[in-house]
């Protein structure tokens, strides 16, 4: 199994421009999310979702929006990009009820706006 | 909202010494904890999860402790080496199935 699958892996936008970062899972999973990473500190959640077509807002979503048409997708968007959004962003999923429901996160996307 | 702090921020310590990690957080109603390692420049393993009925969970030479009442988790890593240095994040899941993370404590083993 592939497991969770981000892309791109590094992208540079400049101020202004919008982008789509793509995050998929081939592990069932109901529950996915978005975070952001930026040095020294801990991952902050953007978005997350219980399942497809519901969608939630975490502790730092504005100049983000997310979608969840299906269970297996969770793309990000970034919409007129600003140099605060620089950071890496992580996806993750996880499986509601199962016992030792550990949460499985992707390799990360590495994202600079100048 | 759950806080989760981690002490202390970075750790350097010769090979075969133990390591202890500290986590603590404010809210004690949580469903899991969880915790991560992190290499630089890649994304989050996941070492050893603890439900919140448990106490402890073990792994190889890694041990984590979870005490709900006064919300705090302690990772130990038994006769480190070199291949243990690394950021080490704590996360707590609350019953709404958000995962809050710590900042990490980065710890470099000596050869």
């Known amino acids: 199994n592939a497991g969770v699958t981000q892309t791109p892996k590094f992208r540079i936008l400049k101020i202004g421009q919008s982008m789509t970062l793509q995050c998929t899972q081939d592990?069932?999973?109901?529950?996915m999310y978005w975070y952001r990473q930026d040095p020294g500190m801990g991952l902050k959640l953007i978005y997350y979702?219980?399942?497809?077509?519901?969608?939630d807002k975490g502790e730092v979503p504005n100049g983000y929006n997310v979608s969840r048409s299906t269970t297996e997708d969770f793309p990000l968007r970034l919409e007129l990009a600003a140099p605060s959004q620089t950071s890496v962003y992580f996806c993750?999923?996880?499986?509601?009820?199962?016992?030792?429901?550990?949460?499985?996160f992707g390799e990360g996307s590495w994202l600079t706006v100048v | 909202k759950q806080e989760v702090t981690q002490i202390p921020a970075a750790l350097s310590v010769p090979e075969g010494e133990n390591l202890v990690l500290n986590c603590s957080f404010t809210?004690?109603?949580?469903?899991?904890l969880q915790w991560f390692r992190q290499d630089p420049g890649k994304g989050l393993t996941s070492l050893l999860l603890?439900?919140?009925?448990?106490r402890e969970q073990t792994s190889g030479r890694l041990n984590a402790s979870l005490d709900k009442s006064s919300g705090r988790s302690t990772l130990y890593i038994a006769a480190s080496q070199p291949g243990d240095s690394a950021t080490y994040l704590c996360?707590?899941?609350?019953?709404?199935?958000?995962?809050?993370f710590g900042a990490g404590t980065t710890v470099t083993v000596r050869a």
């Open positions: 993750a999923s996880t499986r509601q009820g199962e016992v030792g429901n550990t949460i499985y």
């Open positions: 979702s219980v399942g497809a077509g519901i969608t």
């Open positions: 592990m069932n999973h109901n529950y």
């Open positions: 996360a707590v899941r609350s019953n709404d199935y958000k995962l809050s």
């Open positions: 809210d004690s109603a949580i469903y899991n």
């Open positions: 603890i439900q919140s009925s448990q």
